[in-house]
């Protein structure tokens, strides 16, 4: 059987001796996660089991501060606890990953830019079971922020909005005459204005990623959340992306330990070319986790440093993408026709993985890591704190 990423987070990380009943809470989502995931690619939505269970198993809350009834998982001393989460999801279902992954980004967002009554205002909503995330791609008409009858409303919407009818406290860029902002919106009530007719993707399509319609949407200074250009402000946009290659980790872990169930199962462990295989995979896996957590931790610990902790991110970006997809292709080979026939989740998984891998400018992430290098002049060694090296 495989070694569940879930059951083994008390023991890696120390989870379950801080974090008792969380961490019985955390392993049993992931599990129901893992169980429905068929079932959710096959309905392309959510299963409601997950969706209650999202609320009533505490994970909503729990990356809210202990003072707002949450586990702290955003805060800097707790960035392993969050990578683990985060790799436990991507192992159990990788739309769920997704979503949990831009709650964290929206919660974080509001509570570094926002107003104290701003994130007391959200955490509440999320206590009451509602869920938030960032939308920030637009389409052909861009979300912007317009005067009209002496009140600011918004004109446009968005495209790529992960949880579209389920998210009911988005967080959405808008154009202003002051430049880009982050505005807050409460959409209960407002399904008539998501569009999921145009997601048919090959891989994630349960996570109800739409477009929608946000014009005519008044709003005020309590929507506004920071000033104009706190979303991209480095190195938290760039840095962050650590926590999605995160996701992409636990997927990755997840095939692997499929691919190795399925040689025992047919009895070629001992196929020198099945072994070559299992070695190359294990690698990848183990150079990505390396990766992952050292980007996580130098973003909790040296924010100060934000050129370094984005160059850092964006390699991370593209370890994670490399090993994702000379994973799938190494399993492909072992596994033969078969991992690309419906039931076998490596065929479901390695779908939303491909799916999920396609984050904006990849190559630009790249280069602009490069670019750090050059610029440092100092060893590669010492680019990075110790724990990097």
């Known amino acids: 059987m495989r070694a569940n990423t879930a059951t083994k987070l008390g023991d890696e990380t120390g989870w379950g001796k801080r974090h008792g009943i969380w961490s019985d809470r955390l392993s049993g989502f992931a599990r129901l996660c893992e169980e429905r995931a068929a079932e959710a690619d096959e309905a ?15 994970i909503l809350v729990a990356p809210l501060p202990p003072d707002h009834a949450g586990q702290g998982l955003l805060q800097s001393s707790q960035w392993l606890l969050l990578h ?7 192992a159990a279902d990788l739309s769920i990953g997704r979503l949990f992954e831009g709650h964290c980004n929206a919660i974080e967002l509001v509570r570094r830019y926002g107003t104290s009554r701003q994130f007391e205002d959200l955490a509440a909503g999320i206590r009451r ?16 922020i317009k005067r009209h009858e002496g009140r600011w409303q ?22 202003s005459e002051e430049g880009q902002r982050i505005v807050l919106l409460d959409l209960e009530g407002e399904d008539a204005r998501i569009d999921l007719s145009r997601w048919t993707p090959q891989g994630m399509r349960s996570s109800a990623t739409g477009s929608v319609d946000l014009s005519g949407i008044v709003i005020g200074d309590d929507n506004l959340i920071g000033e104009p250009g706190d979303f991209m402000r480095q ?14 980790l636990g997927a990755i872990e997840r095939l692997i330990d499929l691919f190795i169930a399925q040689l025992r199962a047919r009895r070629r462990g001992e196929d020198p070319y099945q072994l070559q295989r ?13 990766w ?3 980007a996580a931790r130098h973003l909790a610990l040296s924010s100060h440093d934000a050129e370094s902790c984005v160059a850092l991110s964006n390699l991370t970006r593209g370890v ?11 399993i492909q080979r072992g596994i033969g026709l078969a991992s690309f026939m419906r039931p076998d989740p490596i065929e479901r998984i390695s779908r939303d993985l491909r799916t999920y891998l396609r984050q904006p400018v990849p190559d630009l992430a790249m280069a602009d890591a490069a670019r750090f290098a050059l610029a440092a002049e100092v060893p590669v060694r010492d680019m990075w704190d110790a724990n990097a090296n």
């Open 44 to 58: 392309s939505h959510l299963s409601p089991a997950v969706t209650t269970a999202l609320r009533e198993a505490g």
């Open 84 to 90: 683990e989460a985060l790799r436990a999801f991507g």
């Open 129 to 144: 079971g509602a869920m938030t995330g960032v939308w920030g791609a637009d389409g052909n008409k861009p979300l912007c």
């Open 154 to 175: 918004l004109e446009g919407g968005k495209i790529l909005a992960s949880g579209s009818g389920f998210l009911l406290k988005p967080l959405v860029t808008a154009s």
């Open 235 to 248: 190195p938290y946009f760039s840095g962050g992306a650590w926590r999605f290659c995160a996701v992409h």
């Open 278 to 290: 299992v070695a190359t995979c294990i690698t990848a896996a183990r150079s990505t986790a390396y």
């Open 292 to 294: 992952t957590k050292a």
């Open 320 to 330: 994670t993408e490399r090993a994702a997809l000379d994973v799938m292709e190494v």
